[in-house]
C-alpha cells in the first residue's frame, strides 16, 4: 500500500510542478526527490539483518601444500582464492574508527587434503604500529604482547573440546585445548599450565608452521611491515578436514583484535 501511495504522491507532484508558476517549481522539485526517495526505500528484513551478523564463509578446495616453509607463491597456493579482507572482530557494533584501514590489512586461503588442513595468511602493519614478537618459547601467551595469527578448530560446531593454535612473527607457538567455553566454567589444557603426563596438559603433534617477514622488520614502527603464516594442521580423520569449522583471529598490535 505504501508503494502505490509514493508513487501516486509522486505523480501528481511531477504533474504540478509542469503547470505551476515558476516560484513553485524549485520547492515541488524537492517534493518529488522526497518522494522518489521514499518510494526506493526499503525496509531491512529479519532474514538481512542476521546475515549481516552471520560469520563470513571460506570455503576451501582440495590441494596439498609442501613444503611449509611460509612461501605463499608456491604454484599450488594459486589454487585457493584469498579471503575477504578482515574485520574488526565485533562486526557492526564495532565503534566508529576501530575497523582496520586498508593498510593493516589480513587475508587468508586454505587448503585440505586428507592429511592436512592448510592455512596461509598475509598480515599488513602500518607504519607507527609495531610488529612485536617477543616470545620465543613453545607454548608461552603469546598473545598478552605479541602480534600474532590465531586459529580455532571446531569440527563440531559446538564450542566444547575446541583446540586453538597461536602463533607470533618468530615462528613461536601456542597450542591449546578449551573443554567449554570459559563462561561456562571451562579450563585450558596445554604445554603452558602442565607438564606431559599430568592431567591438563596437551600439545599437538606433527603439526607444521612457517612463518616470513616479507616487509620492514619486526619491532621497527616507524616503517611498514607485513608478515605471512602457512599452517598445516593434521588430522587424524577425513571427516574432519571436510567438515571442520574454523575461526580465524589476528591480533595486529597488542590493542587491538581484528
Not at 525496509?43 to 571460506?58: D, H, N, S
Not at 613461536?172 to 591438563?200: C, F, H, M
Request: net charge neutral; hydrophobic share 40%.
Amino acid at each position: 500500500m505504501a508503494k502505490w501511495f509514493w508513487a501516486g504522491a509522486l505523480s501528481i507532484v511531477v504533474v504540478a510542478s509542469l503547470v505551476a508558476p515558476t516560484r513553485w517549481r524549485t520547492p515541488l522539485a524537492a517534493l518529488a526527490a522526497a518522494c522518489a526517495l521514499a518510494l526506493a526505500w526499503r525496509p531491512r528484513t529479519k532474514a538481512a539483518v542476521q546475515q549481516e551478523r552471520y560469520p563470513k564463509q571460506y570455503v576451501a578446495r582440495r590441494g596439498t601444500v609442501a613444503p611449509i616453509d611460509g612461501d605463499l607463491e608456491k604454484a599450488v597456493w594459486r589454487l585457493a582464492p584469498w579471503s575477504e579482507p578482515f574485520s574488526e572482530i565485533r562486526g557492526p557494533d564495532a565503534p566508529k574508527g576501530t575497523q582496520p584501514r586498508p593498510e593493516e590489512a589480513t587475508r587468508v586461503k586454505m587448503l585440505w587434503d586428507d592429511e592436512y588442513l592448510y592455512i596461509a595468511a598475509v598480515m599488513d602493519v602500518d607504519a607507527g604500529n609495531e610488529l612485536v614478537a617477543l616470545f620465543k618459547e613453545r607454548n608461552s601467551p603469546i598473545f598478552h604482547t605479541d602480534s600474532d595469527f590465531e586459529v580455532f578448530l571446531d569440527p563440531a560446531g559446538c564450542c566444547h573440546g575446541y583446540k586453538e593454535l597461536e602463533i607470533n612473527a618468530l615462528n613461536t607457538v601456542w597450542n591449546l585445548l578449551l573443554d567449554r567455553p570459559y563462561s561456562d566454567g571451562g579450563g585450558e589444557y596445554s604445554g603452558r599450565i602442565a607438564q606431559k603426563g599430568e592431567p591438563r596438559w596437551w600439545d599437538v603433534e606433527k603439526q607444521k608452521t612457517a612463518v616470513k617477514v616479507t616487509k620492514g622488520q619486526i619491532g621497527f614502527a616507524p616503517s611498514k611491515a607485513q608478515w605471512c603464516v602457512e599452517v598445516a594442521l593434521r588430522s587424524g580423520k577425513r571427516s574432519e578436514c571436510e567438515t571442520a569449522k574454523v575461526d580465524i583471529w589476528i591480533k595486529s598490535s597488542p590493542s587491538r583484535e581484528v
